[in-house]
């Protein structure tokens, strides 16, 4: 086990245990919650819809809390080495969805938050019953559940996919898988 945080803002304890097997996972979160945050920096810097604008603005400040959690996760010298790849590879995701308008959009959310709700529940999954790394297990729900307001807020807002949504979805999720095996390597 590594004790890698004392932190008041995940769980109000001192500190949270990390099983060392779990850091490339979280390695991975990590590099996720970078790309998050640039997702949608992508698209509040290309859409004119105030709409999507609010909902960028809304959701990345959650995904900076994020951000901030895994920072204290995660040190420095056990983060991505490709951190620049992720934070321009969250951009584009973000940004070349939003110059096709609101359904591009929410189908890239859906698509992301949806594999990032089964990235989560792996992890979560992992540590249940495992009372030492309780309080990673809680804030990694947390995290979670945060996630899948975000994908049910986006879902919400679309209509089924068609072969066009399917394709990006399916790009889009892809993208996601790679990035997580590189970056709980890299």
């Not at 709409?51 to 994020?66: G, L, N, P, V």
Request: contains cysteine; hydrophobic residues 40%; glycine residues 6%.
């Amino acid at each position: 086990m590594q004790t890698l945080i004392s932190n008041d803002q995940a769980t109000g304890s001192e500190q949270v245990g990390v099983p060392s097997e779990l850091l490339p996972a979280l390695r991975s979160d990590h590099a996720g919650e970078t790309g998050a945050v640039c997702i949608y920096r992508g698209i509040r810097a290309v859409t004119r819809d105030p709409q999507i604008a609010a909902f960028a603005r809304e959701h990345q400040a959650t995904e900076q809390k994020h951000l901030e959690i895994m920072e204290q996760l995660v040190p420095q010298t056990q983060r991505s080495r490709l951190l620049p790849v992720w934070r321009l590879a969250g951009w584009v995701t973000g940004a070349l969805p939003a110059l096709f308008g609101a359904q591009a959009v929410y189908r890239t959310i859906d698509a992301v938050e949806s594999f990032v709700d089964l990235h989560y529940s792996e992890q979560i999954d992992y540590l249940a019953g495992q009372e030492q790394y309780q309080d990673l297990r809680i804030i990694l729900q947390k995290c979670r559940d945060d996630e899948l307001v975000h994908r049910d807020e986006a879902r919400d807002r679309l209509p089924p996919p068609g072969v066009t949504g399917q394709v990006w979805t399916t790009l889009v999720s892809a993208g996601s898988r790679v990035g997580v095996f590189i970056a709980s390597r890299v």
